[in-house]
């Protein structure tokens, strides 16, 4: 599982199976900068050579809200670079220590952070797109798909700031995060996923399902597929080929293609522009991989 996850993370930027530590990145512009009042939120930079503001996109690493870190398995930076367009990578504080909505919260307030940057690091805050693996995958989508979060009225400035993003390019996400509804998507083995109960600070998908109707607000919150309306930004969607069901195990149900599948399908119904690969089920027709999905989004006026 491990493996094809890697393969996954690769294949949205249509980039060589390496990872990130096999890789030549450059140097961040500016490193571990903090973005907020815990220790884990901090980002790096990398700032794109162009004329003008250039557009940015954002790495939010995987892990299941549980694990992770910014500088962990993702893509290479360089060929966005080379594109004018600058780069950032994000932590963000951890369950189940941190519970939802932290994780994805952290995400939001970052995007916030950088668009208040706009004018020392030269970002275009019309063009900043999200991508991400896994739990990552699942806050990018959320981010894309969910009303804006900027809070006019308030003290701080920086929230004050927009939320909203133009597009993004995610692999092997959760597109709900309900253990009821992905259970009837996937069977039972899904759930033996931690990802699941410590999302919400639990130990036990036991204790969960004993106390749903506690943490069922939360579920229907922070799973992307119920924010998706006609007028959202474009996604882009990789997934795995292993369509077999029901979900042999925790690994391959957390990763399941179906995730994807149902939110292409809805996005289908209403209108909304969904890319997805899913190798042998689904092939988009105007884009071969999301590496050209991303530099059409961000780089087109």
């Known amino acids: 599982m491990k493996i094809i996850l890697i393969a996954m993370i690769a ?5 060589s199976l390496m990872r990130t530590s096999q890789l030549e990145q450059p140097s961040p512009t500016n490193e571990n900068v903090s973005y907020g009042p815990n220790e884990r939120n901090v980002l790096d930079f990398w700032k ?3 004329v003008g503001p250039r557009p940015l996109l954002v790495y939010i690493h995987g892990g299941g809200w549980i694990t992770g870190d910014k500088s ?3 893509p290479a930076i360089k060929p966005f670079l080379d594109k004018g367009i600058s780069f950032a990578a994000i932590n963000y504080r951890l369950a189940p220590e941190h ?3 932290a994780p994805v919260h952290d995400a939001a307030r970052a995007i916030q952070f950088l668009r ?9 805050t019309e063009k900043i797109a999200l991508t991400g693996p896994s739990a990552g995958a699942c806050t990018s989508m959320w981010l894309l798909l969910h009303n804006d979060l900027a809070d006019p009225k308030s003290n701080d400035p920086l929230l004050r700031k927009s939320t909203r993003v133009c597009a993004a390019a995610v692999s092997v996400g959760q597109t ?8 009837s998507w996937l069977g039972p083995k899904v759930l033996s996923h931690p990802m699941i109960p410590q999302a919400v600070g639990e130990k036990s998908i036991e204790q969960v399902i004993k106390k749903y109707d506690k943490y069922r607000e939360l579920f229907v919150e922070f799973s992307p597929i119920n924010h998706l309306d006609s007028n959202d930004p474009p996604l882009f969607m990789t997934c795995s080929a292993e369509m077999d069901l029901p979900s042999r195990d925790a690994g ?13 399908a809805k996005s289908d119904k209403i209108g909304h522009e969904c890319h997805l690969i899913v190798p042998g ?15 059409d989004k961000l780089l087109t006026k």
Request: a positive charge.
């Open 11 to 15: 294949a949205v930027f249509g980039f």
């Open 48 to 50: 794109a050579k162009g």
């Open 72 to 74: 962990k398995k993702g």
């Open 99 to 101: 519970p939802l909505p």
């Open 116 to 124: 208040t940057k706009c004018n020392d690091w030269g970002i275009d």
């Open 176 to 183: 709900s995060i309900d253990p009821i509804v992905i259970e």
């Open 252 to 264: 391959h149900g957390i990763h399941h293609p179906v995730f994807g599948i149902k939110l292409k």
């Open 281 to 295: 089920y689904s092939k988009p027709k105007q884009y071969t991989e999301a590496s050209d999905f991303l530099f």
